[in-house]
């Protein structure tokens, strides 16, 4: 059973740190892109950032210079590192990935059980 598996959310205050990790796992024969995204109470999923097989990276413009995401293709493993965190970043974290399962088959998106990042004094 292919699945993405996130842990190392939980509660921090303004200004902290949090590393989220999202394992994939499984039979895969490569990932693609992976990246992390957020959805706020009442607030539509948006990209927080993501990561090529290459590790080019992309982030959203409120999370500039304070998040990093970087990835273990070893471990099939992205991970996401938050510093400087404001209350407006509390959201569930979901981990995505676009997953190979066989030689010459096309990438199926993926998505992990979501992890819940609150930041409050």
């Known amino acids: 059973q292919v699945q993405l598996v996130e842990s190392g959310g939980g509660l921090v205050q303004p200004g902290g740190s949090l590393r989220l990790s999202c394992a994939a796992s499984?039979?895969?024969?490569?990932?693609?892109?992976m990246g992390w995204y957020r959805q706020a109470p009442g607030k539509q999923r948006e990209l927080v950032a993501a990561i090529t097989s290459g590790g080019s990276t992309n982030y959203a413009d409120s999370v500039k210079g304070r998040f990093t995401i970087s990835r273990d293709n070893a471990k099939n493993t992205v991970y996401l590192q938050m510093n400087s965190l404001k209350p407006e970043d509390t959201a569930v974290y979901y981990c995505?990935?676009?997953?190979?399962?066989?030689?010459?088959?096309?990438?199926?998106?993926?998505w992990g059980q979501g992890t819940q990042v609150t930041v409050s004094s």
């Open positions: 499984g039979s895969i024969f490569s990932i693609n892109a």
């Open positions: 995505n990935a676009d997953l190979i399962l066989a030689r010459w088959a096309k990438g199926v998106d993926y």
